[in-house]
């Protein structure tokens, strides 16, 4: 694939978004928000759902987990199959399974009935996303209308993690567990109604052969022995399981790229990631999402448990970060115009880096100073999120080819995926290795040492639990900062990669640019 003559070619005016194309991106964008609602809204139903359907220890785990690992292991063939078949088509498709299946979740009976209703979830919800990527790319051909669009959709991706606790706190205070399931229904009825109507089909260009299917399960193998080797590491340490399980996917995905390269027609052009542009982007949406779901992950307990809060109350004091991701993504849309990317996302990573440096100066104490420190420190980070992402989107589009445009936003959204294990796993344990070394605990209470919800509960019911209690805050908020410190040094660190590797190089000749001059001047 020959990039280095490919210049952007200015849409002619006609090409310019109506009121249509505004239209197609109010409705694409709803997907986004209700996946993005059903991450973060499931773990302030876990409680309910435990008391309803009794699961087992390794059964709550997959019930959270089984979507992820599900939307992990099939973007890629989801993205390929749009590219193939129409990225409309596949949209509809997608929508209708999410809302059927939303409806069995919500009446499950059984936690093995959940289980599977969540499995189901996950690949329905990994049609949704690469379609919406992939239309919105043909729908926008003007660079910063669309550049804008994007904005728009990662705006749409954080307002649904920060409304998910905000929303489940609501409806589990007004109705039973069940009802964050059905949540997804109208919105996918309201999806199935409006997409027809205002968003064009897109279909890649070019011609393809039969699909592989060896590569479609090596791929899936691969991801999600991936990404469920992340999480039992994170959990379990190294433990030969989750080493084994990790290995394996590693293999597999060796074994996929190079099968990958043989194919006339593969499944994921891999050499897409010759491009600087491409592979530096997909590493900047990763720590992008991992900074915020790591963040996340941390403050929703530190705001409920070690505070107090009232999960609506400590959903609303995050709020503020969805509103100012949607505000950095259209500030993005602008600065481009202007400054380089590579100076671009690397601020945004950075800020990054100055939202958990905000918190990893959190201290001792538990009032209205730390929460709102929180805030400002969530908001902080989400400022860079928005701004690296939409131009990292932009940019991924950008430097894949037409007919495959619905790979390309399968691999970037990959990297959202395996970013949001990986401020769960990763960062998670830092903050429970740093809790477990800290707390302590009564004889007989073990419990309490895992986890500080535990740590709470076990406080309420024993005489003198105040010591507990005051131990496990304090442990807790000891993590805290030391998850902040290791966040900081890893979005810095791939700011400095981010920027070393979008940077202008010095032309060989006058007449002869480098190719890195020209893949970073498309972006």
Avoid at 2 to 8: G, H
Avoid at 312 to 337: K, Q
Avoid at 446 to 465: H, I, M, W
């Amino acid at each position: 694939m020959d990039t280095t003559t490919a210049q952007p070619v200015s849409p002619a005016p006609s090409d310019r978004p109506g009121t249509r194309q505004w239209a197609a991106l109010a409705v694409l964008v709803l997907p986004v928000l209700i996946i993005s609602i059903d991450m973060t809204v499931l773990s302030f139903a876990l409680p309910a759902i435990s008391e309803a359907v009794s699961p087992t220890g390794t059964q709550l785990l997959w019930i959270v987990d089984g979507y992820s690992l599900a939307i992990a292991g099939l973007l890629v063939t989801m993205g390929t199959l749009g590219d193939r078949h129409g990225a409309r088509k596949l949209l509809l498709i997608g929508s209708a399974g999410f809302g059927v299946v939303s409806l069995f979740a919500a009446t499950a009976e059984s936690a093995t009935a959940l289980i599977a209703a969540r499995v189901a979830l996950g690949v329905f919800g990994a049609t949704l996303m690469p379609s919406t990527l992939s239309l919105l790319r043909s729908t926008f051909t003007d660079r910063e209308q669309r550049r804008t669009a994007f904005a728009v959709w990662a705006g749409g991706f954080a307002a649904g993690g920060a409304l998910g606790p905000i929303v489940g706190g609501w409806l589990l205070e007004h109705f039973w567990w069940g009802s964050v399931f059905l949540l997804n229904v109208p919105f996918m009825v309201l999806l199935l109604v409006l997409a027809p109507l205002v968003v064009r089909e897109h279909r890649g260009g070019g011609t393809h052969g039969r699909l592989d299917v060896l590569s479609v399960v090596v791929s899936v193998l691969a991801l999600t022995a991936l990404v469920y080797g992340i999480k039992t590491l994170a959990e379990h340490g190294l433990a030969p399981a989750p080493v084994a399980t990790f290995l394996a996917g590693v293999v597999l995905g060796v074994v996929f790229v190079r099968r990958q390269q043989r194919l006339t027609d593969p499944l994921l052009d891999v050499d897409l990631f010759r491009l600087p542009v491409f592979r530096s982007s997909v590493l900047a949406n990763l720590m992008s999402v991992c900074g915020m779901t790591g963040m996340l992950f941390a403050v929703s307990q530190y705001l409920q448990l070690v505070l107090g809060m009232r999960p609506l109350d400590a959903g609303l004091l995050l709020l503020p970060g969805a509103v100012v991701t949607f505000v950095s993504g259209l500030v993005a849309a602008r600065l481009a115009r202007r400054l380089r990317l590579d100076l671009l996302i690397a601020t945004g990573l950075l800020l990054g880096t100055a939202g958990y440096t905000v918190m990893a100066l959190l201290g001792p104490g538990g009032g209205s100073a730390q929460a709102v420190q929180l805030a400002v420190a969530f908001a902080v980070l989400c400022a860079g999120a928005g701004l690296a992402e939409t131009l990292t989107n932009d940019a991924i589009l950008s430097a894949a080819p037409p007919h495959r445009t619905g790979a390309a936003s399968a691999i970037s959204e990959t990297a959202y995926e395996v970013g949001a294990v990986l401020g769960t796993t990763v960062l998670g344990s830092v903050l429970n290795a740093v809790y477990r070394s800290q707390v302590e605990v009564p004889a007989g209470e073990a419990a309490a040492r895992e986890t500080l919800g535990a740590a709470v509960e076990a406080a309420s019911r024993l005489p003198g639990g105040e010591a507990l209690l005051a131990s496990a805050r304090a442990a807790f908020t000891h993590g805290l900062d030391a998850t902040a410190a290791a966040g900081a040094v890893l979005t810095a660190a791939a700011a400095l990669v981010v920027w070393r590797s979008l940077r202008p190089r010095t032309p060989r000749t006058p007449a002869e640019p480098s190719r890195d001059v020209v893949t970073a001047d498309r972006a």
